[in-house]
């Protein structure tokens, strides 16, 4: 009898839901909030509201495609934490909810963990998975880390951020830019027109595998307050090169960080997550980074590299397998490491 698994996400903006089928994608729907962007960053409170108007029809709508129906379910899979605990208590509401209704039993994910498990997304087009152990480099807004991932319920966080992370700093140096919410992307389209090393950033000194961005992110500023006082349109001027070289310096602390990872030598596989895994300069120096040692990358497909119901679905049918449900008086949870 196969195994149907509904994935709810509910972490921050979007308002995701998937159905996998004995670890294979059926289907995956995410509604985005817009209404964000006037701020320049997500209102916790208007993302908890809009999460409560989008996830019964993104929900029904990922039924609907799956082309199943509720009595199907074996179990459904949700996003317990980390993230905003308004939008987190919607979806973690809702899956119980359900659950009760159905009579099935229900799997609270590690949203981290769920980034991690990407890889394990499998289609009828594309069922390769990476191979236990292998090195993720997971890189969010909010995350930067390097895991050692020896099986789905074994990951050890060997390096991590002491302050901001990767996607932080792109998004706050965008921003420092005048560019629109979220940075990110902006910043990837100018970086493949500009000169990566036009300007030169600080990077930090930080011992062993950890990661800082904080002081890259005040050099930007820097540098753009003193370029704006001889050029008032200094950054219009500079856009492409300035989002090139801070792309370049983002690159190399992150792949500094990785080429000392002692636990590289005992890989064959290299995996990569998080929003900014997206970004077409990480994705193309991993793959470089990887090809020069010899060891498989593992770079997820663009939809998966943002928050998304599959991943959690994914995550959510290896515990399943393993019996490990979730007790209905369980809460959200804001914070947690892998």
């Not at 317990?80 to 208590?89: A, F, Q």
């Not at 991943?311 to 490491?337: E, I, Q």
Request: aromatic letters at 8%; one cysteine or more.
């Amino acid at each position: 009898m196969s195994i149907y698994i509904l994935g709810i996400e509910s972490s921050c903006d979007d308002t995701s839901a998937a159905v996998i089928c004995d670890g294979y994608l059926k289907s995956n729907v995410i509604a985005s909030q817009k209404v964000h962007e006037a701020f320049g960053g997500v209102v916790p409170e208007l993302a908890s509201r809009a999460h409560q108007q989008n996830i019964v029809p993104v929900v029904s709508e990922a039924l609907r495609q799956a082309g199943i129906e509720k009595k199907d379910l074996a179990a459904i899979a949700f996003t317990r934490g980390p993230g905003l605990l308004g939008s987190l208590l919607v979806g973690t509401s809702f899956a119980k909810g359900m659950a009760i209704g159905l009579g099935i039993p229900l799997v609270d994910v590690n949203h981290l963990h769920a980034h991690v498990l990407s890889h394990f997304i499998k289609t009828e087009e594309n069922d390769e998975v990476p191979e236990f152990p292998f090195l993720c480099l997971l890189i969010s807004g909010g995350n930067s880390q390097i895991v050692m991932v020896r099986s789905p319920y074994d990951m050890e966080i060997i390096g991590k951020t002491i302050d901001d992370a990767a996607g932080e700093a792109f998004d706050k140096c965008a921003k420092v830019m005048g560019l629109p919410y979220p940075g990110g992307p902006h910043i990837d389209r100018l970086a493949k027109i500009g000169d990566p090393k036009r300007f030169r950033f600080s990077k930090p000194h930080i011992p062993g595998l950890d990661y800082s961005f904080s002081g890259l992110k005040t050099s930007f500023l820097y540098t753009v307050r003193d370029g704006m006082k001889e050029d008032p349109a200094f950054i219009s001027n500079n856009q492409a090169d300035l989002a090139a070289s801070l792309q370049h310096t983002i690159i190399d602390i992150l792949t500094d960080k990785l080429a000392k990872t002692p636990q590289l030598k005992e890989v064959r596989h290299l995996a990569i997550g998080g929003g900014v895994s997206a970004n077409s300069g990480v994705r193309e120096a991993i793959q470089r980074f990887c090809d020069n040692r010899g060891i498989q990358a593992w770079i997820p497909p663009r939809a998966f590299t943002t928050d998304n119901a599959a991943m959690v679905a994914a995550a959510g049918y290896f515990k399943y397998l393993s019996n490990d449900f979730c007790d209905l008086s369980l809460p959200p949870y804001s914070r947690v490491t892998v």
